[in-house]
């Protein structure tokens, strides 16, 4: 009798579990079609988009959604620096001669950047201190619109590669200055770690490898304790936010992209420039 009631139970168990089969079949063949098919179709339609361009980007086989047009990219496509290093532009840097510089910098620069590099308002860059490689950089970033800003765009797009160079030289030429010791506040462990050893479980190199002069940095690499708080503030988190994009290889938006608030804080009155 045993065996006769488990196999009567089988046999009444076996139509609940088509039934069951059949059930989760259907669910699963009406979402495929519900978000690949009716969906897609029924939103790309309002959109001006066809059938089957909408099924296919519901696929993934398209790029772009299957609820809106895809808005195609006019913009020419620019390196993200066009400074290359080549024996005709060290040349230049070299042949640079900065009594040609100061002229020029009078007429366009010392309104903001001041006649020795120490700049007028802490929104704007100190140049004293920094390599001619660093300033004539930045200067044909803005010129070719690798970088951006209101005044430095048309100020550097009207000159020409040897009056950058000049420029450049003569700001390389100033003194650097006596650090202030009262404006010298000690640092938080976890920011001077930040700067000399980095943090290694997050990918993010010191800042001393680079920004330190005679770390052997890239050539372009700007010297950090010439300049300002609000400074570096901006730019850092200009480079986190991916609204600055001159960086060769995009270092530094990898870099700051990392760093909390309260590092980017950190680093920066750890490396402000209190002066005398």
């Not at 579990?17 to 339609?45: E, F, H, K, M, N």
């Not at 009078?106 to 704007?124: D, I, K, L, W, Y």
């Not at 140049?127 to 800003?149: E, F, P, V």
């Amino acid at each position: 009798m045993t065996q006769s009631s488990d196999s009567d139970a089988h046999t009444l168990d076996r139509p609940w579990r088509t039934w069951a089969s059949i059930a989760v079949l259907a669910i699963a063949v009406g979402g495929v079609l519900l978000g690949v098919l009716i969906i897609p179709v029924v939103q790309g339609r309002s959109d001006g988009i066809d059938a089957y361009t909408a099924i296919c980007r519901a696929l993934g086989i398209l790029p772009g959604s299957p609820a809106r047009q895809q808005v195609p990219d006019r913009t020419p496509p620019t390196p993200v620096s066009r400074v290359v290093w080549t024996p005709d532009l060290l040349q230049i840097l070299a042949a640079a001669k900065p009594e040609r510089g100061f002229a020029k910098a009078q007429e366009v620069c010392v309104a903001c950047h001041g006649e020795q590099g120490v700049s007028r308002a802490p929104e704007f860059p100190n140049l004293a201190g920094q390599s001619g490689a660093a300033i004539y950089k930045q200067l044909n970033d803005y010129r070719t619109g690798s970088r951006t800003h209101p005044l430095m765009t048309d100020i550097a797009k009207a000159l020409d590669e040897a009056t950058l160079a000049d420029i450049a030289a003569y700001y390389a030429a100033q003194p650097k200055r006596n650090a202030d010791p009262a404006t010298l506040a000690e640092s938080p462990p976890a920011i001077v770690r930040l700067v000399e050893l980095g943090d290694p479980s997050r990918n993010i190199p010191p800042c001393a490898s680079c920004h330190r002069p005679g770390s052997g940095g890239p050539i372009e690499t700007p010297i950090l304790s010439e300049q300002g708080k609000e400074y570096l503030v901006l730019q850092l988190k200009m480079y986190a936010a991916g609204d600055r994009r001159n960086d060769v290889y995009g270092r530094m938006r990898a870099i700051a992209a990392k760093l909390t608030p309260t590092e980017i804080d950190g680093l920066a009155v750890y490396y402000r420039a209190g002066f005398r």
